[in-house]
């Protein structure tokens, strides 16, 4: 068990803040893998102030969720001040995270996101006003830097600690590289010996081996875990698993990822309407099937689906038809 603030966690997997998937469906259902912290989508402050309808939906949280840990963005200060005393008198999140690595241009176009990674100062100034202004904890997400000519990761991370930050978590890539080539974890353990808060790695954690390649590499106090996760949280599960006891335990079955993504297909129903859910569940169900051999034809179905009632169907009649022909090749 660790701490970040006074909010305990159990184990030292995280789910990393994923746009456009880490809804409470989705977080839900990782949780119940066991993974000790999850992470809300991140939300913009000024939608926040606005009471946009969307993005209060998204401020919803389930109980069996916590510890939780909820994103904001913004570029300006009184605005993102603002969001965040939002958040902690009217949400449940436990922990208070502000995007500082988001490196899609819109965002970076607001003065928000991986823009702040050029100026220590500004994550100073900002994290300050936000911890002066909270009550829970307040945590960093960043990356390394905006470019391989500008890597501020150790200074970024004093100035969020300085500012009252309660941990960080840090991406191994620039801004510049989004999510192609490799993390470098060098630098994250750089970061780690340079505070004194917890340090969350993130960043080409794609085994539970290499969950723990990374804990005993950089000394960080948690993995993150994002995209392995995606259809897949058995990821979470067996790093838990492999980290407290060296066991690794095995992928799960065809009927086993059915049976999840169908899980969660109902959850997302229930959160988000039929239409709607059953349309962000087409990439979720893709990610469940995919890896499973022969799954080309479902996947397209799924794609094409309109209602609760045909993605049933269709996963189902996958399974079958899997498992018929596992049986065939065994016979």
């Not at 949780?31 to 209060?56: Q, R």
């Not at 949400?91 to 970076?108: E, L, Q, R, S, Y």
């Not at 954690?205 to 960080?220: F, I, N, R, W, Y």
């Not at 995209?227 to 492999?242: D, F, K, Q, S």
């Amino acid at each position: 068990m660790w701490k970040i603030g006074d909010v305990e966690i159990d184990n030292r997997v995280v789910l990393a803040p994923m746009a456009g998937v880490c809804n409470s469906a989705f977080r839900l259902t990782v949780k119940e893998f066991g993974a000790g912290l999850v992470c809300a989508e991140m939300v913009s402050d000024k939608a926040i102030l606005f009471n946009n309808p969307k993005t209060m939906n998204m401020l919803y949280i389930d109980e069996n969720e916590r510890p939780l840990s909820l994103q904001i963005f913004g570029g300006e200060k009184e605005s993102l001040v603002e969001a965040a005393v939002y958040v902690d008198q009217n949400t449940t999140a436990d922990i208070i995270d502000i995007n500082m690595g988001c490196p899609v241009n819109k965002i970076i176009r607001c003065e928000a996101g991986a823009r702040w990674l050029l100026d220590p100062n500004k994550i100073y100034e900002m994290v300050s006003a936000v911890t002066e202004k909270v009550s829970k904890p307040v945590t960093c997400k960043m990356r390394i830097g905006w470019d391989e000519d500008h890597i501020y990761a150790v200074e970024n991370a004093k100035a969020a600690e300085r500012a009252g930050a309660a941990a960080i978590s840090l991406h191994g890539r620039t801004r510049v590289q989004m999510y192609e080539g490799h993390a470098d974890w060098d630098i994250i353990r750089q970061v780690k010996e340079a505070v004194n808060i917890p340090v969350i790695g993130n960043g080409d954690v794609t085994s539970p081996e290499l969950a723990q390649k990374m804990l005993d590499e950089t000394g960080v106090d948690a993995v993150m875990i994002g995209r392995e996760a995606l259809g897949n949280p058995w990821m979470i599960y067996r790093t838990v698993h492999y980290l407290e006891t060296g066991e690794l335990m095995d992928e799960p079955t065809v009927k086993e990822k059915v049976e999840i993504a169908l899980l969660h297909l109902r959850r997302l129903v229930e959160l988000k309407g039929e239409k709607i859910g059953v349309m962000e569940m087409r990439k979720h169900a893709s990610w469940y099937l995919k890896g499973v051999k022969g799954n080309g034809k479902a996947r397209k179905a799924l794609n094409q689906a309109n209602t609760e009632q045909e993605m049933i169907d269709i996963l189902q009649n996958f399974q079958a038809e899997s498992t018929a022909a596992t049986a065939t090749q065994q016979a």
